[in-house]
């Protein structure tokens, strides 16, 4: 069943645009005006055959994602990944250790129901600016501006994987 909605997942390109795309960027660069963090976004719409004969689990990629995309290379350790991918259904955050014992699990699960929620009420773009806004939130309590580098480390615009 899962090999199915993998062959079948829709277009990354289709399901994010090139004006939704836009929306997010601009989301991350404003909150990152409020908080010493770094957020990123990456969306896939499937996983590769072999992943999927592996088992891979969408949390394993989500951790895969964090290691490629280097959102872990901050200079406090404060990164955070918004992951969806979209054959499964999955949202996965994966926050850097610099975290670690601030934020909760019940926070970040939070987080991913809410988005969860809008996503399944087809506001896609709606869901992912949810999340990026909550989890600079979560950010700002523990980061708050300037106490991060003071270059924007990393990419603000969402990742196509």
């Not at 990354?12 to 645009?17: E, K, L």
């Not at 250790?97 to 019940?106: C, F, I």
């Not at 926070?107 to 809008?118: F, G, I, P, R």
């Amino acid at each position: 069943m899962r090999a199915w909605r993998h062959f079948w997942a829709p277009s990354v390109h289709r399901a994010f645009p090139g004006e939704r795309l836009q929306a997010i960027t601009e989301a991350i660069t404003a909150g990152e005006q409020h908080h010493g963090g770094q957020v990123m976004f990456a969306v896939e719409a499937d996983l590769p055959w072999s992943a999927l004969w592996q088992g891979v689990t969408p949390r394993e990629r989500a951790e895969h994602a964090f290691a490629q995309l280097r959102t872990w290379d901050t200079e406090h350790n404060n990164g955070v990944l918004i992951y969806l991918l979209l054959a499964d259904h999955a949202i996965e955050l994966v926050a850097d250790r610099g975290l670690r014992g601030k934020v909760g699990e019940d926070q970040w699960q939070a987080v991913c129901e809410h988005m969860q929620q809008q996503l399944r009420e087809g506001a896609v773009q709606d869901a992912v600016l949810r999340a990026v806004g909550e989890v600079s939130d979560l950010l700002a309590r523990h980061y708050p501006p300037g106490s991060g580098s003071k270059d924007d480390g990393l990419p603000n615009t969402p990742q196509l994987l």
